[in-house]
């Protein structure tokens, strides 16, 4: 199944602008459709390709690569090997899962040199950096991060009308009762099923949740081998399993500690690295000082992690379920009792940084006490800092939004708070039900 992805505006202004010139590398965790999308392109796009994927190569085709150095004879015998012609400037060369083949990954820089073709690579960060440590990396490479399918994305594939939301949205006017509660369950749905391509396509085609479930607990265990591999300690699988978990304790800042169950190590703190270079997971960052800069006054040892797909997070919240329609159908109909507040929260998050946004937040203590504020989110628009809360069902307490608009008068003018809730607005705090955030964001 073929889906709308808005990677593909990407790809094109690299062919049109920089392909002559750069090859272009879609980095991104596994089963993000990276590899369709190479491929999906290169058939719409270019007269003929010839696609290579080092996951599952022959001896008989890496052979072929050892000639790398004569161009003449490499073009000859990849054709000859694939039986597809390549036609100068109108060919595209796809090198699938590049990171396991980091000595053909340097030798994009001769290839993208020599002009004849174009060249597409697919890989995992993670795998990427820890591979490169015996090559040139070269500087021929454009990158284009692939993330699982936003809520536009879903709503392609699943035959519903992004604008509608969006024209809703602009307009600043309630959608209503009915309309505001069949678009939540809608988002809900999109929720428990995430944006992974595969999860997608199962829903689309078995419309059954727990079908679905079956597609996400397989991706979640390709997750855990991948880190198995690169950590056969297993603690970037502890860090990784314990995000919800941390995340439901409402705690401010992600602990090591308590994901390892003992004392943090050195080697702990690069394990958290390759954790973030798989891309599995978002980081939000805690800003001591927000009207200095977001980037510059982030504190790069207080953060907080979050999922990168939201359905994920939903299928280890309830992974201790091994029967789980009923709460699938409960999520949906909003009628679990738990405060699944901080899932609303990854969804926040999943969603600030499908916009191109970095993640960070905002703590500070109350006077005369020993509890803290906290803004859930702080994003920019132009000078302005936007306090962004979010809410699983309540909207009455926003005692924390308007605390720092008091606090960082002179640098806030408006604050964001998403909840399941219609549009209204009290003061300078506009409320929004979840489903517009996407489209709230983008007119910032």
């Not at 270019?46 to 996951?55: E, L, N």
């Not at 400037?89 to 030798?107: C, G, N, T, W, Y």
């Not at 703190?269 to 006054?297: A, K, W």
Request: charged share 25%.
């Amino acid at each position: 199944m073929i889906f709308r992805r808005k990677v593909y505006d990407q790809l094109l202004q690299w062919k049109e602008r920089y392909s002559t010139h750069y090859a272009v590398l879609l980095e991104g965790p596994r089963r993000v459709g990276k590899s369709t999308i190479a491929e999906n392109f290169a058939k719409e796009h270019y007269r003929s390709y010839i696609k290579v994927d080092f996951a599952h190569v022959t001896p008989e085709m890496l052979q072929i690569f050892d000639t790398i150095a004569d161009l003449n004879l490499f073009f000859l015998r990849i054709q000859a090997a694939t039986n597809i012609k390549l036609y100068e400037h109108e060919s595209v060369l796809i090198f699938d899962e590049i990171q396991l083949q980091p000595k053909v990954r340097q030798a994009i820089k001769y290839l993208v040199a020599d002009g004849r073709y174009s060249y597409i690579e697919t890989g995992s960060l993670i795998s990427i950096r820890k591979n490169v440590k015996d090559i040139v990396i070269p500087s021929e490479e454009h990158r284009i991060a692939v993330h699982p399918m936003d809520y536009e994305e879903f709503l392609w594939a699943t035959g519903g009308d992004p604008d509608i939301i969006r024209e809703l949205c602009s307009s600043g006017q309630a959608a209503g009762n009915a309309l505001n509660a069949k678009l939540m369950r809608d988002f809900r749905i999109y929720m428990a099923v995430g944006g992974m391509p595969q999860a997608v396509e199962t829903y689309i085609e078995q419309n059954n949740l727990q079908d679905v479930d079956f597609v996400k607990r397989k991706i979640m265990e390709l997750y855990e081998e991948d880190f198995g591999k690169i950590d056969p300690s297993g603690r970037i699988s502890m860090m990784f399993d314990d995000i919800p978990a941390q995340l439901s304790h409402n705690k401010k800042r992600f602990s090591i500690r308590s994901a390892v169950k003992t004392k943090k190590t050195r080697l702990d703190e690069e394990r958290f690295h390759d954790l973030l270079d798989s891309r599995t997971v978002l980081p939000s960052y805690n800003v001591s000082n927000p009207e200095v800069s977001l980037s510059q006054s982030r504190d790069i040892a207080s953060y907080k992690l979050y999922y990168a797909d939201t359905g994920l997070f939903v299928t280890s919240i309830f992974s201790a379920y091994p029967e789980n329609q009923d709460i699938y159908n409960k999520l949906l109909s909003d009628g679990l009792r738990a405060n699944l507040g901080y899932l609303y929260e990854n969804a926040a998050a999943q969603i600030l940084f499908s916009s191109g946004r970095d993640l960070y937040y905002h703590t500070w203590r109350k006077q005369d006490s020993t509890h803290s504020y906290e803004i859930d989110f702080l994003t920019i628009s132009g000078r302005k800092i936007v306090p962004v809360e979010i809410k699983a069902s309540s909207v009455r307490n926003h005692e924390s939004i308007e605390a720092f608009m008091q606090k960082y008068s002179k640098s806030v003018s408006t604050a964001y708070l998403f909840s399941q809730k219609d549009v209204s607005r009290e003061g300078n705090i506009r409320m929004y039900p979840m489903y517009m955030m996407p489209f709230a964001i983008e007119n910032l």
